[in-house]
């Protein structure tokens, strides 16, 4: 059984996996796979996300595959099938030593998590994503994992290419192309706190060596979900009379079941795994159809459950009392993703798995840290310095899980405004210093162009006339892309930048009459 | 076209033997030199006209040898469909891949530089697949292949260029025509951007200057004009068609400033109204004095 459990694991991992990598642009205006297929099949995602927006437009059949899978089987989505759960198992297996003989009694944490979870996005504070662990996985692999292993493979390949001989040199690239077109981004992806994202990554795969599958036991809020769900569950556990307690069954645990217990198995912290089956020495675990006997409810405690959802029902003043919630003192610097819709259904919305920004052709869009709030951490931003809007690319309203990025068609997007572009011509080149360019209206994306220029005569300080042309920006067509701002030569602060006024999802953040 | 080559060689050939024969280096000379300046083809077929106007220059032989390494450079800069006119067209491209092979190329190399992503850019011109088709290696530029090289030239004293296009045994510059802000057209030499690597943005300020100095390193061997599609308003990206006008046209020839000087009065303007080809013609880089060229205009 163990093996075949693995093999399982493996193979979803591996899909997992597999579908992470293809989440990037071949150049066509489709993806054209399910990229997100893992996020749709997460009921805490579904559930939060239902609960803070108050409606149902979310994908429903994989939310229900899982659903039924654990009221019949328990959670087999944790032990089998979780790409987390088994990043968690590998971590585990480099723990050194005996695996404590009776674990933590913590187990009621992650239920407390998921209450508070609930209660905030009752609440419409939406913050599961921050604690789902698929959401938190595809996060870390964008943002961190996935940037790091490409860094540091393109400084091996690079260093060889410099100084090796030729002979070597073709053998190296011949591998690095392979890699390219199999596990490497197009280019290297650099996140604004890919550290910090990487650093709690890590953290809390090391809390195996703690011990392991830590985060499943104690912390996964999803995992809370679906204990919930399993309470029920046709698929049981008898143990027979020739138990004799050796507790052989209590070391290969991986969850907090406590199995040894005949009258108090926790069925809800059961992960399928079937080890204690393997593993008695007796042969009398049995996993079958067959009605146990003594499996008992998770015991929380009421004042637990008052903690959790006092915690929640808190976080929701505690995250919202920021003045960027006001018009006109929301940060400028926080474009959204074309598409996005208004900020408040936003942040409802988005559980901050960071598909949108490993998809991002251009990199532009990064993970915020309070520009959009506490509660907005983590959730998307454009910046332009660092990659711009493409035009005609749709992508991240593609991958989306939760619809807090619209899937727009090209026709569609041309007609999105995500901020509005103004030139400062204290910097810019042709008002400040007399001096040709104008790459702004040069790579200015739409049909009729919003940046055009005027033919001036300036002075130099000879008194010479010089004609130069200075640009302008036509509000009117200027779409916030930031091109203009990601191509600009006045590098450090660009002579031309994008503000966030204008953007067509905001009522309220407006500046022309109209 | 063939019929051409064949009135040619055989007034070459009848007055060779109506002279006496002391005459004959003096024949073989003019022989040589008859290839046209530049040639200008007009016609409802991209791939024909393509092939043709290389053949009026004495055929791809003339520029590839056997076994050459030949890089051809169109432009892939905008992700944009064929039909606006952003990027050169992709039957010209691969009509003049197929004829460097059929000139005994061993490898052909498409690429380009792009301002907007390379991935969209690559796959939207239909460049890509159609390159690739005909059998040249398109490849997305490699970021250590741009070696800073000294060019102590009219506006850049150095600047990263792209080895590839330095190290080929020919290079063919394959423009589309199209107006843009700061050049007033974006033919040729400008096309000539996409394998400067750097903050390429810069040479605005001396636009004119610096695409002559790159122009002047690069060493084209050939220069054809798409003109199929041009694009008349907007430049150099468009994204309307309002502002594409269709020529159905190709412009060849050895002399880049030469045939940018023509690429100009596709537009109504004269040669030396385009910066560039005014500086290239006085950095005598080539000649824009179209008056005194040997044209030759062919209609398929």
Not at chain 1, 460 to 468: E, F
Not at chain 2, 59 to 69: D, H, I, L, Q, T
């Amino acid at each position: 059984m163990t093996l075949l459990r693995r093999l399982t694991q493996g193979v979803f991992l591996l899909l997992f996996l597999g579908l992470f990598l293809q989440t990037e642009s071949r150049g066509a205006n489709d993806l054209g796979y399910p990229v997100k297929i893992f996020l749709d099949a997460d009921p805490l995602v579904f559930l939060t996300t239902a609960l803070a927006t108050r409606s149902l437009d979310l994908p429903l059949f994989w939310v229900c595959v899982v659903v039924v899978l654990t009221a019949l089987l328990g959670r087999v989505f944790c032990g089998w099938i979780c790409p987390l759960g088994t990043l968690h198992n590998l971590a585990g297996a480099l723990k050194r030593g005996p695996v404590r003989s009776r674990p933590a009694n913590g187990y009621h944490w992650k239920y407390q998590f998921l209450i508070a979870l609930m209660v905030s996005s009752l609440f419409t504070l939406q913050f599961g994503g921050i604690m789902d662990p698929l959401a938190l996985l595809i996060r870390s692999l964008s943002v961190s994992v996935h940037p790091a292993l490409q860094y540091a493979t393109a400084a091996g390949f690079d260093a060889i290419y410099a100084s090796f001989p030729a002979g070597v040199v073709d053998v190296s690239e011949w591998l690095y192309g392979l890699l390219k077109r199999g596990v490497l981004a197009f280019q290297q992806p650099l996140f604004l706190q890919s550290a910090l994202i990487g650093g709690i990554f890590a953290a809390i795969l090391a809390l195996n060596l703690k011990e392991p599958r830590f985060w499943c036991k104690y912390l996964c809020p999803l995992g809370a979900l679906l204990g919930f769900l399993s309470r029920y569950a046709l698929l049981d556990r008898t143990v027979s009379e020739g138990c004799d307690g050796c507790g052989a069954c209590v070391r290969t645990c991986q969850g907090a079941a406590h199995p040894d217990g005949k009258e108090t198995w926790r069925k809800a912290e059961c992960l399928a795994c079937m080890n204690c089956d393997d593993a008695c020495p007796r042969n009398a675990v049995r996993f079958g159809f067959r009605r146990g006997k003594g499996a008992v409810a998770p015991d929380l405690g009421k004042r637990r459950v008052v903690g959790s959802v006092l915690a929640g029902l808190l976080a929701v003043p505690l995250f919202r009392t920021t003045p960027r919630s006001r018009t006109g003192a929301a940060d400028p610097q926080l474009l959204r993703p074309p598409g996005a819709v208004a900020e408040k259904e936003f942040l409802r919305r988005c559980v901050k798995c960071g598909e949108c920004m490993k998809v991002c052709l251009t990199n532009g869009l990064q993970p915020t840290l309070w520009e959009a709030g506490a509660e907005g951490i983590w959730s998307p931003m454009l910046v332009p310095r660092i990659g711009y809007c493409e035009y005609r690319c749709t992508l991240c309203g593609q991958v989306c899980p939760t619809g807090a990025i619209r899937r727009l068609s090209p026709e569609e997007k041309a007609g999105v405004r995500i901020g509005l572009a103004m030139i400062d011509p204290g910097r810019c080149l042709p008002y400040a210093h007399g001096r040709s360019c104008i790459v702004c209206e040069e790579v200015c994306p739409t049909p009729k162009k919003a940046i055009w220029f005027e033919t001036a005569a300036v002075k130099d300080r000879d008194g010479r006339t010089l004609s130069v042309k200075q640009p302008h920006v036509d509000l009117s067509l200027c779409i916030g892309c930031g091109i203009c701002e990601a191509k600009c030569p006045v590098l450090g602060r660009p002579a031309i930048t994008v503000s966030s006024v204008g953007e067509s999802r905001s009522k309220d953040n407006q500046l022309l009459l109209s | 076209m063939h019929r051409r080559t064949f009135i040619k060689s055989a007034v070459v050939a009848g007055a060779a033997l109506s002279l006496p024969t002391g005459f004959a280096p003096l024949v073989r000379r003019l022989e040589a030199a008859a290839p046209p300046d530049l040639v200008v083809v007009r016609g409802a077929s991209p791939a024909g006209i393509t092939r043709a106007a290389v053949d009026g220059l004495g055929g791809m032989r003339r520029f590839v040898s056997r076994g050459a390494v030949v890089v051809v450079k169109p432009n892939i800069g905008w992700d944009r469909t064929p039909e606006y006119a952003a990027n050169t067209n992709p039957e010209v491209v691969a009509t003049v891949v197929r004829l460097c092979f059929e000139a005994g190329a061993r490898t052909v190399k498409v690429f380009d530089h792009p301002v907007a992503d390379a991935r969209r850019t690559y796959k939207q011109s239909g460049i890509a697949d159609a390159a690739a088709a005909a059998g040249a290696a398109v490849r997305f530029v490699d970021e250590r292949k741009f070696k800073d090289m000294r060019i102590d030239g009219l506006a850049l004293k150095s600047w990263p260029l792209y080895t590839e296009a330095i190290e080929a045994d020919a290079v063919i510059n394959l423009p589309i025509a199209k107006t843009h802000g700061i050049s007033g057209l974006t033919l040729g030499m400008k096309n000539f951007m996409g394998v400067m690597g750097g903050w390429r943005g810069r040479i605005h300020q001396r636009i004119d200057e610096s695409l002559v100095d790159v122009t002047r390193v690069v060493k084209p061997a050939l220069t054809i004009l798409d003109a199929v599609r041009i694009l008349t308003g907007n430049g150099p990206q468009g994204g309307s068609l309002a502002d594409v006008r269709r020529l159905d046209t190709v412009a060849a020839g050895v002399d880049p400033v030469a045939v940018d000087a023509f690429g100009a009065t596709l537009f109504g303007m004269k040669p030396a109204e385009l910066g560039c080809v005014r500086v290239g013609h006085q950095a005598r880089l080539g000649s824009m004095d179209l008056g005194r060229m040997n044209i030759q205009r062919i209609r398929l």
